[in-house]
């Protein structure tokens, strides 16, 4: 069974960093690319950032490129979100979610960790 | 920057048909940028119903359908239920390694 379980949110002050993790597990971590995906409270669903199976590419959204920045780690199966000069406005639910092998979609999704911005 | 719009709102009767859609800002909406479809309820994570602009996700049920109508991507629900209402998104491959989410639709069922 394929799951995805981040960790690492919480409260943290204006200007300051946050580094998330994601634990993937039920498949070969290796082969796929994966990407963060946050939800701002009462808000949508925003893609942030997606990084290929050998971290040989990593892509951002304009609104977190400088700031954010994925890598993974294939040895230990997991996924990583450095976030630094943090705003209030990056307060959201951050999910891991993995991409699709065959076609560009984002398959399985894990429950999020809640990061807040705030002093 | 490219905007994917989606209708804030929609409400739909039990029993009918409803067509959420999926378009952009500027240009239009094609299998090339492979629209998924999510649906999701609060404090829950996403949930594909559609990917590759109409292949079902495997147990979503036939009622959920998804096709390319004019220019945007769209989502049709037929004979809607309770449990459909929920919050429905598209989400739009714009190439070069990009995604974007549309706003999402707030789906009532009554």
């Known amino acids: 069974e394929v799951q995805l379980v981040e960790s690492g949110g919480g409260l943290v002050q204006p200007g300051g960093s946050l580094r998330l993790s994601c634990a993937a597990s039920g498949f070969t971590f290796s082969t796929y690319s994966m990407n963060w995906v946050r939800q701002a409270p009462g808000k949508g669903l925003e893609w942030l950032s997606d990084?290929?199976?050998?971290?040989?590419?990593?892509y951002y959204a304009d609104s977190v490129k400088g700031r954010f920045t994925i890598s993974r780690d294939n040895a230990k199966n997991s996924l990583y979100l450095q976030m630094s000069s943090l705003r209030a406005e990056d307060t959201a639910v951050y999910y891991c979610?993995?991409?699709?092998?065959?076609?560009?979609?984002?398959?399985?999704w894990g429950l999020g960790t809640l990061v807040t911005v705030s002093s | 920057q490219t905007v994917v719009t989606q209708e804030p709102s929609f409400s739909v009767s039990p029993g009918g048909t409803v067509t959420l859609t999926c378009g952009l800002s500027?240009?239009?909406?094609?299998?090339?940028?492979?629209p998924t479809w999510y649906q999701q309820t609060p404090g829950q994570a996403p949930r594909t119903l559609i990917y590759n602009t109409n292949t079902r996700s495997s147990g979503v049920p036939d009622r959920f359908s998804g096709s390319i109508l004019g220019n945007k991507a769209a989502l049709t629900i037929t004979g809607a239920q309770a449990d459909d209402e929920s919050d429905y998104y598209c989400?739009?491959?714009?190439?070069?390694?990009?995604?974007?989410f549309g706003g999402g639709t707030k789906l009532t069922v009554l």
């Open positions: 989400l739009l491959y714009m190439g070069s390694g990009a995604w974007v």
């Open positions: 979610a993995r991409r699709s092998a065959v076609v560009t979609w984002f398959d399985y």
């Open positions: 990084i290929t199976s050998s971290s040989s590419s990593m």
């Open positions: 500027s240009g239009s909406v094609s299998t090339g940028y492979y």
